[in-house]
C-alpha cells in the first residue's frame, strides 16, 4: 500500500517541510538528532497537525489542509511503536496484546511471528528489554493497523537485543503486508530493513529513493558517516561449507562470507562498509582476502579529508570503496577504469547480512 507525504509545519525555529512517497515495505527515515523524524511520524499519526499538507495512505487521505481533511487519530488506523515499549505493567502480555484489537482471531498469528507465544501469560516486568519490544509490536499490529509507525523501536537495546529482534522486523516487512514507517539514526538497522530511505536534514528532505541506490552513493556518503557508508548487494545462499564459511552468490561473482544462517537458495541483503574494501589493478595472487570480484569504477567522489569515496559497478551491483586520494591518483582511477574490489570476509559482520 502507498503512502505519499507532503507537509509544511513550523517547529520552534525548524522549518519542517517533507515531501516523499513510497509503496510499501519499509520506508527508513534517517537523520540526526532534531533532523525531524519523530514529527514526520506524528504528523502521519495525526499527532501533530501539519500548518499545510497532504497525507495519502492508499485510496484514503488522512489529512488535506486545503480540502479541510484532518483524520482523528483514532480513525486513521496506524499502529504506533514508541522507542520504550510503553506496556501496561497491571496487564499481562496477553492483555497488552489484545489493549485496543477489535478481537483475539489474529493473536496466535501475531505472537507466532514475534515468538512471543510462551510468554502470553507473564507481565511486562518479567519480560526482558527485547520482549518488551516484541509485545509492543504485537500490540500494534493487532490493532489491525493500515500502516505501521515505529519510532526508534530498537534504541534502548543492547546490541545483541537488537541482533534478536531484527529478524522478526525483516519477517514483519516481508510477511506482514503493511507498510512501515520506520524512524532511525543507526545506519545499520536502516541497511537491514529499508526498502526506501528517506534522509531528514534540519527539517527538510535532502533525499528519498530506493535504500539500495542511496546507500551506493557516493555523494551521500558523508550524511550516513564515511566510516557508515557502504554499499547494499543482492545475493543468493549457494553453499555452506564445512568450515563454517557459507557462500554466496552476487551478480558480479561470489562472496565467501562468516556463517550465515539460512538454507541455500535464500535471498539476501549484504552490506559491505566502503572502508572494508580495496582496490587493485591486476587480480590479486598470494592474498589472504578471499572475495575478490571484477569491477569497474563509476564514479570518484571527494571527501573532505584525504579520502574519496569510489563507486564500482560488479555485475548489476553497486559497490563503495574508501580509499586515499593518494591511492586513487597512484592506480590513476578515473570512470570507466577496470579493477578489482577485494573484500576480506571476516570484515562482514554477521549485522550487515538480512533478508531480502
Ligand atoms: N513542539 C515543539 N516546539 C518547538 N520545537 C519543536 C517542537 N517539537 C519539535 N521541535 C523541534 O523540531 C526539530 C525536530 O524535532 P524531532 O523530534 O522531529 O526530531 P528527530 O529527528 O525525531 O530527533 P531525535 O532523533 O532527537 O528524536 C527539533 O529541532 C526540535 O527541537
Given amino acids: 500500500m502507498s503512502l505519499s507525504v507532503d507537509i509544511r509545519h513550523q517547529l520552534g525555529d525548524t522549518a519542517l517541510a517533507a515531501t516523499f512517497e513510497t509503496e510499501g515495505g519499509v520506508t527508513a527515515l534517517f537523520g540526526r538528532s532534531g533532523a525531524g523524524k519523530t514529527s514526520v511520524v506524528n504528523a502521519v499519526a495525526g499527532l501533530l497537525r501539519p500548518r499545510e499538507g497532504r497525507i495519502v495512505l ?164 558523508p550524511m550516513l558517516g564515511p566510516r557508515a557508508a557502504g554499499a547494499l548487494l543482492s545475493g543468493q545462499i549457494t553453499a555452506h561449507h564445512a568450515d563454517g564459511l557459507t557462500e554466496v552468490a552476487v551478480s558480479g561473482g561470489r562472496l565467501i562470507l562468516p556463517g550465515v544462517g539460512g538454507a541455500e537458495g535464500r535471498r539476501l541483503r549484504v552490506r559491505i562498509e566502503a572502508q572494508d574494501v580495496m582496490l587493485s589493478l591486476t587480480r590479486p595472487e598470494g592474498i589472504s582476502a578471499l572475495n575478490i570480484l571484477p569491477a569497474r569504477v563509476t564514479t570518484l567522489h571527494d571527501g573532505q579529508g584525504p579520502g574519496v569515496m569510489v563507486q ?45
Avoid at 62 to 73: P, Q, T, Y
Avoid at 80 to 99: C, E, I, M, T, W
Fill in 58 to 221: 492508499g485510496d484514503r487521505v488522512l489529512l488535506d489542509r486545503a480540502a479541510g481533511i484532518d483524520v482523528a487519530v483514532h480513525r486513521r488506523r496506524v499502529g504506533y511503536v514508541f522507542q520504550d515499549a510503553r506496556l501496561f505493567p497491571h496487564l499481562s502480555v496477553r492483555g497488552n496484546l489484545l489493549f485496543g484489537a477489535p478481537d483475539d482471531r489474529h493473536l496466535g498469528r501475531i505472537a507466532d511471528l514475534l515468538g512471543i507465544e510462551g510468554l502470553l501469560d507473564r507481565r511486562p516486568r518479567a519480560l526482558s528489554g527485547g520482549e518488551k519490544a516484541r509485545v509492543a509490536i504485537g500490540r500494534a499490529l493487532l490493532s489491525d493497523p493500515a500502516l505501521l509507525l515505529m519510532d526508534e523501536p530498537l534504541a534502548s537495546l543492547d546490541q545483541a537485543r537488537k541482533e534478536e529482534i531484527l529478524p522478526y522486523l525483516e519477517r514483519l516487512r516481508d510477511e506482514a503486508g503493511l507498510p512501515i514507517l520506520y524512524v532511525s539514526h543507526a545506519v545499520e538497522e536502516v541497511a537491514r530493513l529499508a526498502n526506501t530511505l528517506v534522509l531528514l536534514d534540519r527539517g527538510q528532505v535532502v533525499r528519498a529513493g530506493p535504500a539500495e541506490a542511496l546507500f551506493a552513493d557516493p555523494g551521500l556518503a
Fill in 312 to 356: 564500482l559497478a560488479a555485475g548489476k551491483d553497486l559497490i563503495l570503496a574508501r580509499i586515499t586520494r593518494r591511492s586513487a591518483e597512484a592506480l590513476a582511477l578515473a570512470p570507466g577504469t577496470e579493477c578489482y574490489a577485494v573484500i576480506k570476509s571476516v570484515a562482514v559482520a554477521p549485522g550487515d547480512v538480512g533478508r531480502s
